[in-house]
């Protein structure tokens, strides 16, 4: 059984940083297109970040680039988004997600798995 649980979320001033975690269960992370996502309310849920099985190739919605990092841990078969200059339209909830085709990382309906999402309150 697949299982992804996402933690590190919480309350921060805009400026800081957050780093969230997403460890996996049932499925080995490097070989999916592992991605991050969030949906702020009345929102629909959006790309954040994936990273393909390789690694070494990394995708970022332009709101987040330069901001956001998506990383892997193969030994701890967990997948990071560390989160800095956080602002406060980065609230939301933000989910982790796994796909095994992945041609699309950008895209939601791309994803087979995904966890139940961590809260990240930006205040202003």
């Known amino acids: 059984q697949v299982q992804l649980v996402e933690s590190g979320g919480g309350l921060v001033q805009a400026g800081g940083s957050l780093r969230l975690s997403c460890a996996a269960s049932g499925l080995t992370v490097s070989s999916y297109v592992m991605g991050w996502f969030r949906q702020a309310p009345g929102k629909e849920r959006e790309f954040v970040a994936a990273i393909r099985r390789s690694g070494s190739s990394t995708y970022y919605a332009d709101s987040v680039k330069g901001r956001f990092t998506i990383s892997r841990d193969n030994a701890k078969n967990t997948v990071y988004l560390q989160m800095n200059s956080l602002k406060p339209e980065d609230t939301a909830v933000y989910y982790c997600?796994?796909?095994?085709?992945?041609?699309?990382?950008?895209?939601?309906?791309?994803?087979?798995?995904w966890g139940q999402g961590t809260q990240v309150t930006v205040s202003s």
């Open positions: 997600a796994a796909s095994i085709v992945g041609y699309r990382p950008g895209i939601t309906a791309e994803y087979d798995y």
